[in-house]
C-alpha cells in the first residue's frame, strides 16, 4: 500500500526535477534522484515502522500471548496514541540518510546503463534491456547504503517491549557493532539483494514502456536512446 504512494512520488519528483535543473548530466541525474529519494521519506519511514513492528510481532524475543496490532494502519495509530508524532517518525534521520543518496545512485545507475546498453524504442529487445538496467540499479542502490538500513530497522525495532536500547544512530551503531562485529552491518544483504533484482527491473521497466505508450507518437520520434529510457524523469 505504501509503496503505491512512494513510487509515484519518487518518479514525479525526480522528473520535476531534471526539468528544474535544465540540463540532463549524470550529476543532475544523481541530484533529482536524492531530492526524490528525500522528499519520499515522510511516507516511506512510518510505513516501514509498521512493516519492522508488524513482523516483529508473535515472533522470537517479542513473543506475546496476544498480538497488540491488528493490522498495519491500527498499528501507526496505537503508536501515535503512545509516543505522538516522534513515535511514528522513529527512525526518519537514518531513513533520509539512507534514501537521499540510494535513490541518487538509483537513478544515475539506471541512466548510465540504458545509455551504455543503447535502448531505443524501436529495439526488439528493449524490454530484456530496460530489465537488466532497472534491476542492477537496485543492487547498486542497495549496496550503496545496506548498512544504515540496518541501524535504522534496529532504531525502529527498539523498544518494542518497552526497553529502550539505543540513544541514537551513533550509540546504535557503536553497540551493535561491540556486541557482534562488522559483519552486523551486511546482515539480510543477500535476501534484499535476491529481492531487489526482479521489483526494481519490473518497477522501471514498467513505468519505461507505460510512458512510451502514453506520449504522442510526434514525442516518440523524437526520443533517442538515451534520453528515451531515462524518460522516467518525464513525469
Same mark, same amino acid.
Given at each position: 500500500?505504501?509503496?503505491?504512494?512512494?513510487?509515484?512520488?519518487?518518479? #514525479?519528483?525526480? #522528473?520535476?526535477?531534471?526539468?528544474?535543473?535544465?540540463?540532463?548530466?549524470?550529476?543532475?541525474?544523481?541530484?533529482?534522484?536524492? %531530492?526524490?529519494? %528525500?522528499?519520499?521519506?515522510?511516507?516511506?519511514?512510518?510505513?516501514?515502522?509498521?512493516?519492522?513492528?508488524?513482523?516483529?510481532?508473535?515472533?522470537?524475543?517479542?513473543?506475546?500471548?496476544?498480538?497488540?496490532?491488528?493490522?498495519?494502519? *491500527?498499528?501507526?495509530?496505537?503508536?501515535?496514541?503512545?509516543?505522538?508524532?516522534?513515535?511514528?517518525?522513529?527512525?526518519?534521520?537514518?531513513?533520509?540518510?539512507?534514501?537521499?543518496?540510494?535513490?541518487?545512485?538509483?537513478?544515475?545507475?539506471? *541512466?548510465?546503463?540504458?545509455?551504455?546498453?543503447?535502448?531505443?524504442?524501436?529495439?526488439?529487445?528493449?524490454? @530484456?534491456?530496460?530489465?537488466?538496467?532497472?534491476?542492477?540499479?537496485?543492487?547498486?542502490?542497495?549496496?550503496?547504503?545496506? @548498512?544504515? *538500513?540496518?541501524?535504522?530497522?534496529?532504531?525502529?525495532? *527498539?523498544?518494542?517491549?518497552?526497553?529502550?536500547?539505543?540513544?541514537?544512530?551513533?550509540?546504535?551503531?557503536?553497540?551493535?557493532?561491540?556486541?557482534? #562485529?562488522?559483519?552486523?552491518?551486511?546482515?539480510?544483504?543477500?535476501?534484499?539483494?535476491?529481492?531487489?533484482? @526482479?521489483?526494481?527491473?519490473?518497477?522501471?521497466?514498467?513505468?519505461?514502456?507505460?510512458?512510451?505508450?502514453?506520449?504522442?507518437?510526434?514525442?516518440?520520434?523524437?526520443?533517442?536512446?538515451?534520453?528515451?529510457?531515462?524518460? @522516467?524523469?518525464?513525469?
Amino acid at each position: 500500500m505504501g509503496l503505491t504512494f512512494i513510487n509515484a512520488l519518487v518518479f #514525479g519528483v525526480q #522528473g520535476n526535477t531534471i526539468r528544474a535543473l535544465g540540463k540532463d548530466t549524470p550529476l543532475n541525474q544523481f541530484l533529482a534522484g536524492s %531530492a526524490a529519494g %528525500a522528499i519520499q521519506c515522510v511516507i516511506c519511514c512510518p510505513m516501514e515502522l509498521a512493516k519492522t513492528r508488524m513482523q516483529l510481532q508473535g515472533t522470537g524475543e517479542y513473543n506475546l500471548k496476544s498480538k497488540n496490532y491488528k493490522n498495519s494502519l *491500527d498499528c501507526l495509530l496505537k503508536i501515535y496514541q503512545k509516543e505522538g508524532l516522534r513515535g511514528i517518525n522513529r527512525g526518519m534521520v537514518s531513513t533520509f540518510l539512507r534514501e537521499t543518496p540510494s535513490f541518487g545512485f538509483y537513478f544515475l545507475t539506471y *541512466d548510465s546503463l540504458t545509455r551504455y546498453l543503447g535502448c531505443e524504442v524501436e529495439d526488439s529487445y528493449i524490454i @530484456p534491456k530496460l530489465l537488466l538496467a532497472g534491476g542492477m540499479s537496485g543492487i547498486v542502490s542497495w549496496l550503496s547504503t545496506y @548498512p544504515v *538500513d540496518v541501524i535504522k530497522s534496529r532504531l525502529q525495532a *527498539d523498544g518494542v517491549r518497552g526497553v529502550v536500547q539505543y540513544n541514537g544512530i551513533l550509540d546504535c551503531v557503536r553497540k551493535s557493532y561491540r556486541e557482534e #562485529g562488522w559483519r552486523v552491518f551486511t546482515r539480510g544483504l543477500t535476501s534484499t539483494l535476491l529481492r531487489a533484482f @526482479p521489483v526494481n527491473a519490473a518497477t522501471f521497466a514498467t513505468v519505461t514502456v507505460f510512458l512510451m505508450y502514453m506520449r504522442s507518437e510526434k514525442n516518440l520520434r523524437e526520443c533517442e536512446a538515451g534520453p528515451a529510457i531515462q524518460q @522516467p524523469s518525464s513525469l
